[in-house]
């Protein structure tokens, strides 16, 4: 299987896919992560509402030759579970694009904690401040325009959209099987161009750039995966390099999402006498800002 319907096939050609059902389809390397074997792969998620109360169905592993889909569902627990190491390990990492509802749904369903992210969403947004370009907190590119930016890949994804229809025509898209040629199409084209938009990235993310990055993808892994510990067993985050220790310009404040309330709507969201955003405040320990 391969991306027959994204343009540019000659520069980027379809890799092989391979969908897991047992965790011995797996690479050994990335079963068992170790220093000897740093690995970096291409990493996503799809499901049926993903969250924490949603469902999650596949896992897309890019490696440079391969691709593989790991079926949660008819792998069940058992595979998902045997790719826990590799998902909390330093030693290999994963590049993916918005992690955050991928993380949530790793966490509360399989109980892994995702660690050792390069999320290109937060690259793409570091690269634009590092060079001079502002975006507002919620400009956040998406998948299809990053892999359609000449300075990344500049293949137009017409079949995302497709996909995106059939989603909204039926939420439970990704939980039927066995998986059809354009589920596993659209899986493996989610993932197939990771690799190679990280290595553009590196080519363009300062020092101090790549740190942000470090720490702003272990903030949102964690930012849905509320616990009572205050993350005491999750890895601490990386030191701020040596150099700008004495600067006192480290990120104090990471906004994670900013929501958009529609005209007239802003009572729905506050709730009477204040019930329902006080709420969420105290079921999500998070804190609010309003302009």
Known sequence: AGGGNLDHDAQFPPLPV?????????????????????LVVG??????????????????LAFPDIIYIVDAIDGGKAVMEACKPALESSHVTKV??????????????????????????????LIEEQEGR?????????LVSLIADADYCGVE???KEEVRVLLRQ?????????????MIRAASDDVRFLLHIYQKMKERLNERSLWCLSVRGQLYCRCFCVNDNDYADW?????LPEKDEGNNDGPEEQILTVVNVPPGQMGLVIGKGGSTIRFIKESCKLLILSP
């Open 43 to 60: 990493f996503d998620c799809e499901g049926v509402d993903l969250c924490r109360t949603g469902k999650l169905c596949i896992m897309q």
């Open 170 to 182: 039926d939420p439970k898209f990704w939980e039927y099987r066995p998986l059809s040629e354009m």
């Open 134 to 142: 502002h975006r507002a907190p919620d400009d956040y590119i998406s």
């Open 96 to 125: 993916i694009h918005d992690c955050k509802r991928d993380s949530e749904a790793l966490y509360f369903q399989f109980g892994i904690k995702l660690h050792n992210v390069i999320d290109t969403q937060i690259a793409f947004s």
């Open 157 to 159: 994804y017409a079949e």
């Open 18 to 38: 391979l969908v897991v059902t047992e965790p011995s389809q797996l690479p050994v390397e990335f079963l068992n992560p170790s220093p000897d074997h740093e």
């Open 235 to 239: 890895p601490p985050l990386p030191v």
